[in-house]
């Protein structure tokens, strides 16, 4: 565990007061992804794992002794977060089990129809694309109901809602149910598959599927540039409308919603020269994207096209390990010196950007991390002033280094 000092006065009390629980977390917070099974309850059109054979071609025969041995490997390798995915996990209890007896903390990404038992002390991701109507046209199933009763002032869950070109407005609605159901909300945006993307564009024969029933090239998933722009006002209000409940990063906001696209796409590959997740095999930082036969994936979303990807959980960690660079020493973080943090990086705004990002991960991948916000677009700061905790902006006067 790194050390904090307390002597230094040159950054503001809110920032050191977040940087300091950052510092508690950070360093312990080695996570690798581990997707558990390919089978799910649901064909969501699009989807990433079922809409391309990257993922759902892989043998998912593993013993429960398998897993057994295999997660304790990856315990000793270090790992302290899991990152648990599928298809459906809640669809294999044994494997989340066994899960939770060897990790600290996880994340556990659900489309919340099965309900995951309390003694699965995880985060729980659970996704919803838009209200019981629009669910039922895209995923198949109206989700909504069924995630708030399983959910309901469950401080493990996290509704994540995944944004599309037909359900931006439908959000609204979705907040505040699921604020009155004492769930908290984050956001993702819907990310084509390549083979979904060929599909619309004539590549490959359009056949319909399970995965790709209604799309047509006029008129499908994909966001609009006009779409990204609605998409971030709109998640800039809800953070507003309900600071409590939304769990969303404003540095995110508006990185994810660049029209022209998130990571820079090496033309002759067409892979993201600039992604964590793709890259972390040869920076060997601990993260993995294991398969169901435990093989490692090209990232944790094999089947996307890079040039479209804006999954938020590779958001993140674009931006967290982007600037962490910058405030590293030895491979462990600077301690609280906030002189010496000012210096790595130069601009200090830069570092409340990166805190407002990890401060916001940590609450979503944590069960009982507390959340403190220290950074709001302009024009959209909460009125009342305090607390941190109750949403004081940090101003330009706050923010000015002695
Ligand atoms: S998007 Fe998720 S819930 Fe939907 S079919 Fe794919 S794996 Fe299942
Ligand atoms: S996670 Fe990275 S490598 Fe995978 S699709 Fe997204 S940008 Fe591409």
Redesign the pocket.
Known sequence: MVQTTSSSTLLPKDVRRVYANVLKFNDHHRLTTYNITNR?N???EG????EGDKMSSLRDDRTVDQWRDFFAREKARGIVVCDIA???PALNRDRLRLAAEYFEHGIIYS?GIIPIPPDIRFKIHV?LWGDEASDLDV?GAPILRKAIENYRNDPRAVVVYTFNHFNIEHVFDVAQQVHDAGIQLSFNHFSATEQYNAKLSGVVEAKRSKTFKISTPEDNLRLTPEDLIRVRDVCSELMLRYPQTVVYSETINEAVNRPEGVFTVDPQTGEAIDCWSLNAKQNDGGYRNYQTDFSVGRCCLPNTDCSECRVYVVMYGKLIFGTQQALLKDGRLLTQDERAAREALRDPEELVRWLDVVDTWLALSVVGYERQRIYFRKGHEPKSIGSVEQGKPFDEEQREIA
């Open positions: 799910c649901l064909r969501c989807c990433f794992f079922y599928g298809g459906e489309n996704s995923r």
